[in-house]
């Protein structure tokens, strides 16, 4: 398995190259979360992409929070606030990487 530089690296993608997208909302829309909310589900691609993602996101909490009980990872806390700034493109990279550092 990669080492946790190569899934910290992931981590680093996976947030700037939403926050590009993010940013250029926010900039053309303003710094409204309800619109922004709202926007997820425009239509029906963009409400099954969404659906999609949430789905997997709280799929992930729940399988990473037992995950790190049982690998004693103590920063697990870290998923929570990288999946609602970001979404599941930094929080199942940072997570990767967190067990990876620990397992070294």
């Known amino acids: 398995m990669p080492g946790s530089r190569f899934w910290f690296l992931l981590a680093l993608l996976g947030t700037v190259i939403p926050w590009v ?6 900039a053309a829309n303003g710094l409204s979360p309800l619109a922004f909310i709202a926007d997820l589900f425009v239509n029906g691609a963009a409400a099954g992409f969404s659906a999609d993602v949430l789905i997997s996101i709280a799929t992930f909490w729940i399988w990473s929070y037992f995950d790190a009980k049982r690998q004693g990872i103590r920063l697990w806390w870290l998923v929570l606030p990288a999946s609602f700034t970001v979404g599941l493109s930094l929080a199942l990279p940072l997570y990767l990487g967190l067990r990876e550092k620990e397992a070294a």
């Open 21 to 26: 997208f993010f940013g250029s909302w926010f």
